[in-house]
């Protein structure tokens, strides 16, 4: 069945880093853009990063840029979300989505982490910035 499993989250203290994975089963990540999205309890979901599916383009959020990093492995069927400089304010369940991506398409721009372009939808990882 098509998965996708987040991985990584954990407690940090601000400043700090972690990698996010996001492990997909069931598709084959060559054919799929990856989000990144964002949920923290009573604000709204927000996308904060993607990447095409060669890894040609990407895009990041304002509240992001600079500090985060999206990278992909398509041999390994993986998906990274690098984190550094952490910030309180990044605390939030952290979720992948996929979106196909015959290879044309252009994720560089804000109309790449609109939400509901996303068919498949990890289960999340929390991560807490805390001192």
């Known amino acids: 069945q098509v998965q996708l499993v987040e991985s990584g989250g954990g407690l940090v203290q601000p400043g700090g880093s972690l990698r996010l994975s996001c492990a997909a089963s069931g598709l084959t990540l060559d054919f799929y853009a990856i989000g990144w999205f964002r949920q923290a309890p009573g604000k709204e979901r927000e996308g904060i990063s993607c990447i095409s599916s060669s890894g040609g383009s990407s895009y990041y959020a304002d509240s992001v840029k600079g500090r985060f990093s999206i990278a992909r492995d398509n041999a390994k069927n993986t998906v990274y979300l690098q984190m550094n400089s952490l910030k309180p304010e990044d605390t939030a369940v952290y979720y992948c989505?996929?979106?196909?991506?015959?290879?044309?398409?252009?994720?560089?721009?804000?109309?790449?982490?609109?939400?509901?372009?996303?068919?498949?939808w990890g289960q999340g990882t929390q991560v807490t910035v805390s001192s």
């Open positions: 989505a996929a979106d196909y991506d015959a290879g044309s398409g252009d994720y560089s721009s804000p109309a790449s982490l609109t939400d509901s372009w996303y068919d498949v």
